[in-house]
């Protein structure tokens, strides 16, 4: 099993909506991290949480260290927002960081 | 700003050749990471370093070595580069202890002919 679950894999919805990426871990951690990659681009850095809840523009992101869960949410999305979306976590047994194996969001016009 | 950075950004070689690929950090973390990323597998683990003179292997490290001579660069070197080496190469550093979490590097798309 692996250490960091995403789900769903793929996801495709129309412009406009309310979209909601989770993220299940198994191992302790000193930060969970929320990456964006567009097709052929470079890891993005979105958000950085160890605790709580964080928003930028549309974006939000919380987690819940007990339940050891995350969710990324995109309001009023938009098809520029189509990209893989990934959780990693830093382990804080050795700081190494696990990857999630990534949701690929589609935004239709 | 503290950042950091891969290079080169692409790169086309051939099989048997020895490459390496760069990765430069200022944020003088001790903790650097070299992921491979190829589809269906997402991003594994290479290699990865926890100081100056400290190297350790990853889950997928066959065919790859690093070497750390000092904080800010953790290099990445191909031996023989083979066709099941083509992929796209992320670094990635970190701190111990603190909150600023990890931060990557852009990636460098390698491909192996």
């Known amino acids: 099993k692996n250490e960091v679950e995403q789900s769903p894999q793929n996801l495709t919805a129309q412009e406009g909506e309310f979209i909601t990426i989770n993220c299940s871990y198994s191992v302790g951690i000193s930060a969970l991290h929320w990456l964006q990659q567009h097709p052929g681009g470079g890891i993005v850095s979105l958000f950085m949480l160890s605790s709580g809840k964080k928003k930028h523009g549309r974006l939000i992101a919380t987690i819940n260290i007990q339940e050891k869960h995350s969710s990324l949410h995109i309001t009023a999305s938009h098809p520029r927002d189509s990209a893989v979306y990934i959780c990693?976590?830093?382990?804080?047994?050795?700081?190494?960081?696990?990857f999630g194996k990534g949701t690929r969001l589609h935004i239709l016009p | 700003d503290a950042e950091i950075t891969q290079s080169p950004r692409h790169k086309i070689t051939e099989t048997g050749r020895q490459v390496t690929l760069a990765c430069h950090q200022t944020?003088?973390?001790?903790?650097m990471f070299w992921y491979r990323q190829d589809l269906g597998h997402g991003l594994r683990l290479i290699h990865y370093?926890?100081?100056?003179?400290?190297?350790n292997k990853g889950e997928v490290s066959d065919g790859y070595s690093v070497s750390r001579s000092n904080t800010e660069d953790l290099p990445l070197t191909l031996e023989s580069a083979a066709s099941s080496q083509t992929s796209v190469y992320f670094c990635?550093?970190?701190?111990?202890?603190?909150?600023?979490?990890?931060?990557f590097g852009q990636g460098t798309r390698l491909t192996v002919v």
């Open positions: 990693a976590v830093s382990a804080s047994r050795d700081d190494k960081i696990i």
């Open positions: 944020w003088n973390h001790n903790n």
């Open positions: 990635a550093s970190s701190e111990w202890g603190t909150e600023q979490g990890a931060f």
């Open positions: 370093s926890y100081g100056v003179h400290d190297t």
